[in-house]
């Protein structure tokens, strides 16, 4: 697909409107669930807010940055024990202060399996003696999807790929999927908050990040407000773009807190700022988070339609923490003339691993390192003339390059079983130790191993993502509604009980002490030291103040440059530096190859995204040979741009 420029925004100098009472206020203690917090953070955050505002702690619990193995082999992101440590404290807030908690994605990945694990862990915590008095009046929802349903959709040509990157279905990769879920919407979090007002938790399934925070905010404003469906429609960008900032909890201040919370108002205008006390929201940070893991700055698609950022403005608040953000729209499908979709997510099993790694310090070897892995390949194919099925190995080597220096080098293989896997890796390493090669003097070995104390390691299935697609849906499928105690929709569904023997009311007159309260020491808030200035320029790494990459979905990696000031990004901006063509060699794709390429003046900033690609071919994230699963080192290509000396003159 051909690069898309980016507009100026001249939009983005109005002032903020007046605003009124706010309908609620959203604590996030940490970006995600399961990753620990600082309890008296939030405590204390509690203690201060005013209590005739409506509040929440909401927080994302799921992801696809981590790969595909959730999906196909059933595991969490973080340990059980984990999410025990971090919903003790959450139930203990809940608890104390009475107010919900609501997290979505649970488990990582939202399966019905992991929502159920979920629901588990409240119930063991409550069981505990010392939480004999809680009591929670408990929402799930699930979001699993049924395959059949899938194919039926897939083969009348209602499945498409999330973005130019995704290739299309197929009818075997829909069939060998282990589990299909949906990224929800606001509505079904929306549905069971209306049918259940007096809720005290929600776990909700896969659902897209800011779906829980926009669906609190319009349950809010239905309760407060006789505002039309028109009106409604009006505020939900804005609810949107807060829960897209908050569900990264403090990413949006500097220097990076762990959680956040926003003051929301009814026209959709929001305040933000930082948990921890010695970080700030400004402007800039809280604009730029538009960046951080999409595919483009100013149009954030969901389901049921997209956020548009052009007219967003940011003020700082005179207490130098929170930023004002207004002007944020919402545009339906419906409003585009197309149907509601669903993002679904699946992966499935494509064989199994084994690898081994090890050092090469001669540096006679090294010279011709590619051609001694050539022939420990075909060594390996020689050794296994028997196996008719398809096997491959291959190899990351690190340090190439350097002289004399060292090479650390990791063989993956992947074959049809455990068993054959190890075969392979291991004929693979007494390859690479006795391989001989011209000028040969080390014949005692060329390969340094046994780290950890083995030879070879089994890594046991290899997953890789088999959906990541639009699927239409039909009429209203995206809603459930109350039926017999529980909640039913043609496509989604949730139970409700009741977790915990204590009486339910208010326990918010008798708080503890603060000192009471333990903080994690394992999330505990560190600013960095302030970068040293740099007074030789040389690259553009050198003029930015944030230059990273980052996966934005599956199949694509983003990289985000925010200059160190507007003079430098308006001088580059208006160089030609960044031109298609400039930033495609620099980061070695085709031009054609950019999916999106643009400035964005709001963080004075610029952001390329490119596909995905491994061993020259575009692939998603996870699976064989993969070795830097977020993304986030695919900047330097960006990074180690040359800044040309009539740019320099300017700078």
Known sequence: MAYTPYSDMEELTVESPKVDKPICQIITPVGMLGYGFDE?????????????????????????????????????????????????????????????LIFASAGGDGTDEHVKEMEEIIREICEEKRNSDYSFNTISLFSSINKNTVLERFNQGRLTGCGPCVPPASEEEIQSSLRVVAQMGYEPFLDAMNANPDFNIIIGGRAYDPSPYAAYCVHQ????????????????????????????????????????????????????????????????????????????????????????LHN????????????????????????DGTPYQFKLEAARIVGYRSMFMGSVKDYILISQIDKVLARVKLYVAQ??????????????????????????????????????????????????????YPGQKATAGNFGFGIGGLMELELGPCAEFSLYHLMELEGNEQRVCPVDGRLEGPLLRGTI?????????????????????????????????????????????????????????????????????????????????????????????GEDDIVWIGFFDPAISFKVTIPRVRMGVKKSAGGFMESDIHGSQEHMGLASTRLPDMVLSLL
């Open 383 to 436: 050794q296994h003339p028997e196996i008719t099925s398809q096997w491959k190995l291959d190899f990351h080597v690190y340090g190439k390059g350097q002289f004399p220096g060292q090479l650390f080098i990791v063989a993956e293989a992947l074959a049809s079983t455990q068993q054959l896997a190890n075969s392979i890796a291991s004929k693979a390493r007494v390859g690479m130790i006795h391989a001989p």
């Open 497 to 589: 009980c009741r977790i915990g023997n204590g009486s339910f009311k208010s326990r918010r007159r008798d708080l503890p002490r603060s000192d009471e309260v333990t903080p994690s020491q394992g999330a505990e808030h560190i600013a960095p030291s302030p970068a040293e200035p740099i007074t030789n320029l040389q690259t553009l790494s050198d003029i930015c103040r944030v230059l990273r990459s980052k996966n934005a979905g599956p199949y694509e990696i983003t990289i985000d440059a925010i200059f160190s000031s507007e003079e430098i990004y308006n001088t580059i901006k208006s160089s030609g530096l960044l031109s298609a063509s400039n930033v495609a060699k620099a980061i070695g794709v």
């Open 221 to 308: 404003l239905m309760r407060q407000t006789d505002m039309t469906d028109e009106q409604l429609h009006s505020s939900l960008g804005g609810f949107l773009h807060m829960g897209k900032i908050l569900e990264c909890g403090g990413q949006c201040s500097t220097p990076k807190s762990h959680g956040a919370i926003a003051t929301v108002y009814a026209s959709g205008l929001f305040d933000v700022r930082p948990l921890a006390p010695d970080s700030v929201c400004t402007p800039l940070s809280v604009a730029a988070h538009t960046l951080y893991e999409n595919t483009r700055p100013d149009v954030l698609r969901g389901p049921g339609g997209s956020i548009h």
């Open 312 to 335: 967003s403005h940011y003020e700082q608040l005179s207490d130098g923490k929170t930023v004002r953000v207004s002007g944020s729209k919402y545009r339906s499908s419906e409003e």
């Open 40 to 100: 008296k953070l939030t405590y204390n955050e509690l203690t201060r807010l005013d209590i005739n505002i409506p509040t929440a702690i909401i927080l994302d619990s799921g992801s696809t940055d981590s790969g595909p193995q959730k999906l196909a082999l059933g595991s969490m992101t973080s340990p059980r024990s984990s999410y025990v440590k971090d919903l003790s404290k959450l139930l203990k807030l809940v608890h104390t202060f009475d107010v919900p």
